[in-house]
T-cell receptor
Framework: GAVVSQHPSRVICKSGTSVKIECRSLDFQATTMFWYRQFPKQSLMLMATSNEGSKATYEQGVEKDKFLINHASLTLSTLTVTSAHPEDSSFYIC?????????FGSGTRLTVV | GEDVEQSLFLSVREGDSSVINCTYTDSSSTYLYWYKQEPGAGLQLLTYIFSNMDMKQDQRLTVLLNKKDKHLSLRIADTQTGDSAIYFCAESRRDSGNTPLVFGKGTRLSVIA
């Protein structure tokens, strides 16, 4: 079946540094990738929608300069958290839309110390 | 609006049936999904139902959809301790192509041995 590989699964970084999260579609082409954020014991909140070869569309309240999304190819989308702060600590999940439905990555737990 | 509501907690005894309920507001939803999330993990698609269906059964899982009341339920028969997790209801309007899923807050199912 369709698989989205998300890396890293867990990362701890210092405040002020940047962290890149990658999502790769392994056996299909993901023209659209959705990035979600999940706080503890809460639901998944959509951050942005990225389409291959174009700029991402961000949800209201999400800083595009802080959460940089790049979708340069049909199999790779990246989310970079720039100048990370402790309040950015969260669980980030990507999801690719395809004809058969939605495929989710396994998530990245980011802890900023 | 696109709100999806779920009760937050459910506790059942092993061997009993679990019923998790969900209500949604977007009448144009075409697909409704149930996802399972275990601690620290990503989302696992359990099942989905198309909006023109009333019921779908897959082994221990039964999904009921009342489109008039915008009510969706997931029944897990013979609930096991391994079913303990958070269950998310989600909706999409896939007729418009690249639309993201909208998630409920999730129902935490606890199975008592």
């Amino acid at each position: 079946g369709a698989v989205v590989s998300q890396h890293p699964s867990r990362v701890i970084c210092k405040s002020g540094t940047s962290v890149k999260i990658e999502c790769r579609s392994l056996d299909f082409q993901a023209t659209t990738m959705f990035w979600y954020r999940q706080f503890p014991k809460q639901s998944l909140m959509l951050m942005a929608t990225s389409n291959e070869g174009s700029k991402a569309t961000y949800e209201q309240g999400v800083e595009k300069d802080k959460f940089l999304i790049n979708h340069a190819s049909l199999t790779l989308s990246t989310l970079t958290v720039t100048s990370a702060h402790p309040e950015d600590s969260s669980f980030y999940i990507c999801s690719a839309s395809r004809a058969g439905g939605y495929t989710f990555g396994s998530g990245t737990r980011l802890t900023v110390v | 609006g696109e709100d999806v509501e779920q009760s937050l907690f459910l506790s059942v005894r092993e061997g009993d049936s679990s019923v998790i309920n969900c209500t949604y507001t977007d009448s144009s939803s075409t697909y409704l999904y149930w996802y399972k999330q275990e601690p620290g993990a990503g989302l696992q698609l359990l099942t989905y139902i198309f909006s023109n269906m009333d019921m779908k059964q897959d082994q221990r899982l039964t999904v009921l959809l009342n489109k008039k009341d915008k009510h969706l339920s997931l029944r897990i028969a013979d609930t096991q301790t391994g079913d303990s997790a958070i269950y998310f209801c989600a909706e999409s309007r896939r007729d418009s192509g690249n639309t993201p899923l909208v998630f409920g807050k999730g129902t935490r199912l606890s199975v008592i041995a």
